[in-house]
């Protein structure tokens, strides 16, 4: 898979909690290889680990370099990410716009996405060593973002790009007309017997419920549920009329409807 090429590489981290939150992105996307250049020095491993959150993994496989150039040196393609104005940085596109040509280099090769220091980002020898330049859209009136929100949005893209995430399908199928037309006789009944809707509005009435029903997909499931509450409602107005001849009070509904 093209995400296992994808290497993020993070130069000279100032915080070790941002190297632990950085792991559990990493994580959440489906990327592993972590490299770190041009180190301050000794991690806070406590909390490097406490921020990792299950991530652990990530961070003791991390891999350390004297230098960001020698971090990128068997990578095909390096995307450097900056926030900064400059008149070689202007050309940046977003990682939405890279990610499908990240992750065909991915495919043969190792692929690095740099992230500057917390305080300054990459420098300018930093970004020579850049084959992609890299801008996460952001308000300009505070565009700068946490190393590790950096990190995610960016793994984000990539790994929705690859289309490894299969959304969950819906188990129940798409209910039939015939048992749809059943809840809504057994709805315009229960409707009436609570005093919702008069006999001569029921017509008018029950298009409205059929509209509201009709903005989503209904299974054969949501229609059991919903004759259960129709028929719920027939019976507790059964109950009522039991107790009291006095009719319920009348809903004062809006004209349009």
């Not at 000794?42 to 004297?66: G, Q, S, T, W």
């Not at 690095?112 to 992609?132: I, R, Y």
């Not at 509201?212 to 009329?241: E, H, N, Y």
Request: charged fraction near 20%; aromatic fraction near 6%.
């Amino acid at each position: 898979m093209s995400l296992d090429n994808i290497r993020v590489v993070l130069v000279s981290p100032i915080y070790s909690g941002n190297i632990g939150s950085v792991c559990r992105a990493m994580m959440n996307m489906g990327i592993s290889d972590l490299a770190i250049a041009a180190p301050r020095g000794p991690i806070n491993y406590p909390e490097a680990r406490m921020m990792a959150c299950h991530a652990e993994a990530v961070l003791d496989n991390r891999k350390e370099f004297p230098t960001l150039a020698e971090a990128v040196a068997d990578c095909g393609l390096v995307a450097g990410t900056t926030g900064r104005e400059g008149l070689y940085r202007e050309h940046g596109k977003t990682p939405r716009e890279w990610a499908p040509r990240l992750l065909q280099a991915a495919e043969s090769c190792k692929v690095a996405l740099v992230f500057g220091t917390e305080d300054n980002g990459l420098s300018n020898e930093d970004m020579a060593l850049c084959t992609q330049i890299v801008r996460i859209p952001s308000n300009p009136q505070y565009s700068s973002l946490n190393l590790s929100q950096a990190v995610m949005v960016f793994c984000y893209e990539l790994y929705v790009a690859a289309g490894v995430f299969e959304p969950p399908v819906e188990k129940s199928v798409e209910a039939p007309s015939a048992m749809r037309e059943a809840m809504f006789r057994k709805w315009r009944v229960s409707l009436q017997e609570i005093g919702f809707m008069e006999e001569e509005k029921s017509d008018h009435m029950m298009l409205g419920i059929r509209r509201i029903f009709s903005r989503g997909p209904l299974t054969v499931k949501d229609v059991q549920i919903m004759m259960g509450v129709a028929a719920q409602t027939l019976w507790c107005a059964g109950q009522m009329k039991k107790r009291t001849d006095e009719p319920p009070p009348t809903l004062i509904l809006p004209d349009e409807l």
